[in-house]
């Protein structure tokens, strides 16, 4: 399925020209699929990478970082946190109510690559039939 997944967003990043490294994780943040398309970044492999990981390890989007993680933040210094990364483009994957892993995009704008990981999340649910 993790495949399939990232197919899906390498679909959608190809169809909007954007050139960006995938990373599907599973439950307890072990990398399950991998994919860097043609001229992406060597650079934001790890970030792709951490973006999975922040979102199951916290079980929501990384972009609910961004504000909380700034000085003075309830969340201040998270990021320093080896291997969370709390740039916008992790999104945990869910099944039902029950978070199951996580997907991390990285290479285009943040929103640009939380666009590419619905797409893999959208091809889980459809692989799903909901």
């Not at 197919?7 to 990373?23: C, L, T």
């Not at 991998?34 to 390890?57: C, E, L, N, V, Y």
């Not at 994957?93 to 590419?116: H, L, M, P, Y």
Request: aromatic share 4%; with cysteine.
């Amino acid at each position: 399925m993790a495949k399939k997944m990232v197919e899906a967003a390498e679909a959608k990043a190809r169809e909007n020209g954007w050139k960006v490294n995938i990373a599907i994780v599973d439950q307890g943040g072990n990398l399950q699929a991998f994919h860097r398309m043609d001229g992406a970044f060597i650079g934001s492999i790890q970030i792709a990478i951490g973006k999975a990981h922040t979102a199951i390890a916290f079980q929501r989007e990384t972009k609910a970082f961004q504000e909380i993680a700034q000085p003075g933040g309830r969340a201040y210094g998270i990021q320093e946190i080896p291997g969370i990364v709390i740039l916008e483009g992790g999104l945990p994957i869910k099944v039902g109510e029950e978070v199951i892993g996580g997907c991390g995009v990285s290479g285009a704008r943040g929103d640009q690559d939380a666009e590419v990981c619905r797409a893999a999340l959208d091809a889980l649910a459809k692989e799903l039939g909901k």
